[in-house]
């Protein structure tokens, strides 16, 4: 990573299958920020797949001191939710959960066999998505004379990931930026040189 708020998540959802000796296990790679969000997913999965054996995960969930969870749904301790996790881990994605399901097809698959076919559905998920770079940010807002517009939109454009999200010009001005986190307190001290010029973070 190039930038301290910065993280990969995904756009939305995106699937992916392997199958070994009759067993199949197709995957779901899903936009997930939290548990309850998590448990909605697992039920809708269940749901769709009422014939399956195991409903396995490996997530991490939202985007700042993210939680790491997994679950081997019945299989095999350390066999399924495990190899997926690691595979997210890789990936380097965070604010995520890819499911696994498994049908059985009559033979058994053997630990390794296990952590390879769930660990290879994952990849394949993770393969098939579509993946964003994304900033931990928060709101500044800049007020102002009309006359300083010039040095502010100056100012904007030099700090890195910055998007304004709204502004308005009158006699007084005003301009509201979303920009990294780690970029505030340089922002709120580029006008300390002069009283026309107002920053301030936002709630």
Do not use: W
Request: aromatic residues 6%.
């Amino acid at each position: 990573m190039t930038h301290p708020d910065e993280y990969k998540t995904i756009v939305k959802p995106s699937e992916g299958d392997f199958r070994d000796r009759g067993s199949k296990f197709p995957s779901y790679l899903v936009p997930c920020e939290n548990e309850d969000a998590l448990k909605i997913h697992i039920a809708e999965l269940k749901k769709k797949h009422p014939g399956s054996r195991h409903v396995c995960y490996g997530a991490i969930l939202g985007t700042e001191n993210s939680i790491e969870r997994s679950n081997d749904d019945g299989e095999p301790n350390g066999t399924a939710g495990l190899p997926i996790l690691n595979q997210l881990l890789s990936a380097e994605l965070r604010n995520v959960a890819l499911l696994v399901v498994r049908y059985f097809g009559g033979t058994k698959l053997g630990k390794p066999g296990l952590i390879a076919a769930y660990k290879e559905s994952a990849k394949s998920a993770i393969e098939s998505s579509k993946q964003v770079v994304r900033y931990h940010k928060t709101d500044i807002s800049f007020r102002f004379s009309y006359d300083a517009t010039g040095p502010v939109m100056q100012a904007i454009e030099h700090i890195q990931h910055a998007n304004i999200k709204d502004q308005q010009f009158d006699q007084d001005c005003s301009i509201t930026v979303s920009i990294p986190k780690s970029e505030v307190d340089k922002a709120l001290h580029l006008f300390d040189h002069t009283n026309e010029v107002e920053v301030s973070q936002m709630d």
